[in-house]
């Protein structure tokens, strides 16, 4: 069986499997009144919300998009703070609805900061809406998300969108805490579940946008879906046998406890630095900033993502990502969210020494 390091899907515990097996439940069944609230409320203190959290059948991008088309409309100023691949995507899907969209860019492989984002807003003059990326999965990079909130907060009344795909489960997320209105995050990542869900939790401001504003739409519509989340149900079928598992997961990480899981993740990531450090490898992510679900890795100046992608698969057995947009094929991605053990990672990097003769 391969290692699979990549930033997503990623493999997902024995017992998540099992429970997804279990065999299909109709979503408007008992059965499924009872699954729903109990997935949902597991999943509170991982996003830090009392506010409605709507699963739809989608991607993260999908999620994404949805975040968009029920708090944005055509010609609202949109504020896009981005530092890498996945910040682009939602700033892109943003304007594909024909937002005004404002993007403030910070240099791949470190974070915005507060100051970065007091200066954006004071830039863009009134903005509807803020995009913002907890961990941007391009590059290793995790944002000072709080503080983005704050400095937001502060200066500007607008919606704070963030995606939380690859951080929700894994990094400290307070949601009410910090202001923000939209979370967007997914199953396969640090939810240890198979792919098939977007979970999205909305404030009840965005929910009021949402009903007398934002764009047309049908299938992503949040006011619909959380009216239908509050029967115990949901607006069509959604993906039954990834939420029998995911309350699996959800019940393996509510055991484990938020603060452990926050703990494993930093600890693995730490780890993982230190040993590319030694071994002469050098990560993509400023140390202060760096991921604790995603660590990306500079390759040496000749040396091809695609052709180490394939050399640790067939001679190791191991299969990790690539780099994205402009560094496609100067670095490899390291993914160690979810279900994880050390030697894993140590095996992973250990290879990827061998690979590249270091």
Same mark, same amino acid.
């Given at each position: 069986m391969n290692n699979v390091r990549t930033s997503g899907p990623l493999p997902v515990p024995p017992q998540v499997t099992e429970a997804s097996a279990h065999g299909v439940i109709s979503h408007r069944s008992d059965a499924f009144r009872a699954l729903l609230p109990e997935v949902l409320d597991g999943l509170r203190p991982f996003f830090g919300t009392g506010a409605p959290i709507l699963p739809f059948t989608c991607s993260g991008t999908g999620g994404m998009e949805a975040a968009v088309v029920n708090c944005v409309a055509p010609g609202d100023r949109v504020l896009a703070v981005s530092a890498g691949h996945f910040g682009d995507r939602f700033a892109e899907i943003a304007r594909c609805y024909g937002a005004d969209v404002i993007v403030h860019q910070v240099p791949w492989g470190t974070a915005p900061t507060a100051a970065d984002v007091v200066g954006a807003l004071r830039a863009a003059g009134p903005v509807r809406a803020v995009l913002l990326t907890h961990n941007e999965t391009s590059t290793g990079v995790l944002a000072p998300l709080r503080e983005l909130c704050l400095a937001v907060r502060e200066s500007s009344d607008a919606l704070i969108l963030v995606d939380g795909v690859s951080s929700v489960g894994a990094a400290r997320f307070d949601m009410d805490d910090w202001g923000v209105d939209v979370a967007v995050t997914v199953t396969q990542k640090a939810l240890m579940a198979q792919p098939g869900l977007s979970l999205i939790a909305t404030s009840h401001r965005a929910l009021r946008v949402a009903h007398g504003g934002g764009q047309p739409r049908y299938y992503f519509d949040f006011p619909r879906m959380a009216a239908a989340v509050e029967e115990g149900t949901?607006?069509?079928?959604?993906?039954?046998? $990834?939420?029998q598992g995911l309350r699996a997961a959800v019940g393996m990480l509510s055991?484990?406890?938020? *603060? =452990?899981?926050?703990?494993?993740? =930093?600890?693995?990531?730490?780890?993982?630095?230190? @040993? !590319? !450090?030694? =071994?002469? &490898?050098?990560?993509?992510?400023?140390?202060?900033?760096? @991921?604790p679900?995603?660590?990306? $890795?500079? !390759?040496?100046?000749?040396v091809r993502a695609s052709c180490v992608r394939r050399a640790l698969e067939r001679d190791h057995g191991i299969l990790v990502a690539s780099g994205r947009s402009e560094w496609k094929e100067s670095t490899v991605r390291? %993914?160690? &969210?979810?279900?994880?053990?050390?030697? *894993?990672?140590?095996?992973? $990097?250990?290879?990827?020494?061998? $690979? !590249? %003769?270091s």
């Open positions: 949901t607006t069509y079928t959604p993906a039954v046998t $990834v939420l055991a484990e406890g938020p *603060e =452990r899981v926050f703990d494993r993740h =930093r600890a693995a990531a730490v780890t993982l630095r230190q @040993s !590319l !450090l030694e =071994r002469g &490898m050098t990560p993509a992510a400023d140390a202060w900033c760096a @991921s679900t995603v660590t990306a $890795v500079h !390759l040496p100046d000749g390291i %993914g160690h &969210m979810g279900a994880f053990h050390a030697a *894993e990672i140590e095996a992973t $990097v250990d290879a990827l020494g061998r $690979v !590249l %003769g």
